[in-house]
């Protein structure tokens, strides 16, 4: 069993409405979706080229799966999940816009977001004593992207290489896309699909603990934790 801490919204909220049947699969049911009919490209294809992340569920990753190692169960986990959502305190960002990211599309932010950043550091340094570290086997999967030295030392370090300085908030969308055409349609496919809710204001209240029940089944969101705390992320973060 694997778990991840990923931002989320609740079930009923527009964003992962919309996330959850872009990708075909609903990870709060575990229930599988109709996706929206594109014209120009068959639902067998467009199921095709979204493989990867209707098995990860609608996401954005702030704590990359990991196994709880030696020593700790779930249990701890969840208590820490609620400690830390009772520290930390809401914010809000300008909104998120649909674009590539290196060869897949995702929802990215519209511009810097110090908070989500900082939101994301506090994620890896507070579930850090849970995970356990990294075997050879997924080391060299990792390692089969071109890594700088800084990231193969946060992959060592911290279980994931694209952290601090190299993390970029996205919620996947697509396979990696080869095929420009396709890449150019699905693109304005998501744009339109996903107008309601992108470039305006997204309040960020909550994250979510997402469960692996054994490698390679589909993730399922186990809890969803509301952010109540007084701290700010970014203020949190220069206090360290």
């Given at each position: 069993?694997?778990?991840?801490?990923?931002?989320?919204?609740?079930?009923?909220?527009?964003?992962?409405?919309?996330?959850?049947?872009?990708?075909?699969?609903?990870?709060?049911?575990g229930?599988?979706?109709?996706?929206?009919?594109?014209?120009?490209?068959?639902?067998d294809?467009f199921?095709?080229?979204?493989?990867?992340?209707?098995?990860?569920?609608?996401?954005?990753?702030?704590?990359?799966?990991?196994?709880?190692?030696?020593?700790?169960?779930?249990?701890?986990?969840?208590?820490?999940?609620?400690?830390?959502?009772?520290?930390?305190?809401?914010?809000?960002?300008?909104?998120?816009?649909?674009?590539?990211?290196?060869?897949f599309?995702?929802?990215?932010?519209?511009?810097?977001?110090?908070?989500?950043?900082?939101?994301?550091?506090?994620?890896?340094?507070?579930?850090?004593?849970?995970r356990?570290?990294?075997?050879?086997?997924?080391?060299?999967?990792?390692?089969?992207?071109?890594?700088?030295?800084?990231?193969?030392?946060?992959?060592?370090?911290?279980?994931?290489?694209?952290?601090?300085?190299?993390?970029?908030?996205?919620?996947?969308?697509?396979?990696?896309?080869?095929?420009?055409?396709?890449?150019?349609?699905?693109?304005?496919?998501?744009?339109?699909?996903?107008?309601?809710?992108?470039?305006?204001?997204?309040?960020?209240?909550?994250?979510?603990?997402?469960?692996?029940?054994?490698?390679?089944?589909?993730?399922?969101?186990?809890?969803l934790?509301?952010?109540?705390?007084?701290?700010?992320?970014?203020?949190?973060?220069?206090?360290?």
């Open positions: 069993m694997r778990y991840a801490i990923y931002f989320a919204l609740p079930a009923a909220s527009e964003l992962m409405q919309l996330g959850n049947r872009w990708l075909g699969r609903d990870p709060f049911a229930a599988s979706l109709d996706q929206p009919v594109l014209p120009g490209m068959s639902a294809r199921a095709a080229l979204t493989t990867e992340p209707r098995r990860y569920g609608f996401h954005g990753t702030l704590r990359a799966p990991f196994s709880l190692k030696d020593g700790t169960v779930e249990d701890a986990l969840i208590g820490a999940c609620k400690a830390f959502a009772r520290q930390t305190a809401p914010f809000e960002i300008a909104g998120l816009k649909v674009d590539r990211l290196g060869s599309l995702a929802l990215v932010p519209m511009e810097q977001e110090p908070h989500l950043s900082a939101f994301a550091d506090l994620c890896i340094r507070a579930f850090e004593p849970f356990a570290p990294l075997g050879d086997n997924d080391l060299a999967r990792r390692r089969k992207a071109p890594l700088t030295e800084r990231q193969d030392a946060h992959l060592v370090q911290f279980g994931y290489p694209y952290i601090f300085e190299d993390f970029r908030f996205h919620m996947t969308l697509s396979n990696s896309l080869r095929d420009e055409d396709e890449a150019t349609l699905l693109a304005n496919a998501a744009r339109a699909h996903f107008d309601k809710v992108t470039g305006k204001a997204l309040s960020c209240s909550s994250f979510g603990l997402y469960v692996e029940a054994q490698r390679g089944a589909p993730f399922m969101v186990h809890s934790f509301e952010l109540t705390g007084g701290m700010a992320p970014a203020h949190a973060v220069a206090e360290r």
